[in-house]
């Protein structure tokens, strides 16, 4: 079974603070995205990687930034924590055909 | 940027009754899938079509994909406490070789017994 481990499954942090949050996946899967899901809006797509050193841009990627140095861990970093970056983030990975393996969140209050 | 539109966004019947969630776009997508999220847990994928027309079942729930692949629906028979939860469809779109998914607004479901 595909595993996707997010690091922390709540998380509270202070605004201007730069905040990292990270998925390890342990399928070797090529793919990873970030996501935030927010109440009335579904799940929109921060950035996403297809392969170790590469990230590219979702719909919402300002005021956040990503980093893929190995091919199981993909972070998401919030340069400068904001209120409005409240959310719950979502990590999953995918592989060649196959759908997406979400991990279990994390949900985070920046105060 | 694509738009995928469920309703209704709230849903709360008895055990045992039928229902239908709808998921709208006005973009066309290559795949459409369904996925449930339970509480604190990440959306688990139920169902994926492919092809215009589409119908797969899968248990009490059946999956209808639209004719021209704009649009999809759940239909879920005699529906009991355990399907309660958040149900998302997403749509998906090749980008240079790559699938990428846009996700529905999501229609929280609960099923009274």
């Known amino acids: 079974d595909v595993k996707v481990t997010q690091s922390s499954r709540y998380l509270v942090k202070r605004t201007g603070e730069k905040v990292f949050l990270e998925c390890v996946q342990d399928?070797?899967?090529?793919?990873m995205f970030w996501y935030r899901q927010d109440p009335g809006l579904g799940l929109r797509l921060i950035y996403f990687?297809?392969?170790?050193?590469?990230?590219e841009k979702g719909d919402i990627p300002e005021g956040y930034s990503v980093s893929r140095e190995k091919k199981e861990r993909f972070s998401l970093i919030l340069e400068s924590a904001s209120t409005n970056q409240t959310s719950m983030y979502l990590c999953?990975?995918?592989?060649?055909?196959?759908?997406?393996?979400f991990g279990d969140g994390t949900r985070l209050s920046i105060l | 940027t694509q738009l995928l539109e469920q309703s209704p966004q709230f849903l709360s019947i008895q055990e045992g009754e039928n229902l239908t969630v709808y998921c709208n776009s006005s973009s066309v997508f290559s795949s459409l899938q369904w996925y449930r999220q339970e509480p604190g847990e990440g959306p688990v994928l139920l169902v994926t079509v492919v092809t215009g027309g589409e119908v797969k079942k899968l248990k009490r729930l059946t999956f209808q994909f639209g004719d021209a692949r704009k649009d999809s629906s759940l239909h879920i028979t005699a529906a009991q406490p355990g399907d309660t939860g958040l149900y998302l469809c997403a749509g998906g779109s090749f980008n240079f070789g790559n699938e990428k998914l846009t996700f529905g607004t999501g229609t929280r479901l609960t099923i009274i017994p």
């Open positions: 399928m070797d899967h090529e793919n």
């Open positions: 999953a990975s995918e592989g060649y055909n196959q759908p997406q393996h």
């Open positions: 990687s297809y392969d170790v050193k590469m990230k």
